[in-house]
């Protein structure tokens, strides 16, 4: 899996991470049990936080999951993977089933 685009800040302590990732991922049918490899093409807007996020004191900004990162430091490997895992948990089935 890849991940790849741009960062921009859009406050002082908010970034917007608008990217796409794409490759094969090993996913499990939930029909059959069968381990199979699905290419994945997703195009992904994250909201990054430097710093604690308190959306309370922020304006009005959609339903976007915030990711926190600490120091100015923004761990890509941690995002590739969360997406992941995240495409991982959902419900799949193969093709064909």
């Not at 199979?36 to 994250?46: C, G, S, W």
């Not at 900004?61 to 995240?86: K, N, P």
Request: hydrophobic content about 35%; some cysteine; glycine content about 6%.
């Amino acid at each position: 899996m890849q991940l790849e685009g741009e960062v921009t800040r859009i406050s002082s302590k908010l970034f917007r991470l608008d990217a796409l990732l794409q490759g094969e991922i090993d996913l499990i049918c939930d029909r059959s049990g069968e381990e199979y490899r699905e290419y994945i093409d997703e195009r992904l807007t994250l909201l990054i936080s430097n710093g604690l996020w308190d959306q309370q004191s922020q304006d009005n900004r959609d339903d976007f999951d915030v990711i926190e990162f600490f120091e100015g430091f923004i761990d890509f490997e941690y995002i590739l993977q969360s997406e992941i895992d995240s495409i991982q948990m959902q419900y799949h089935t193969k093709q064909g089933e």
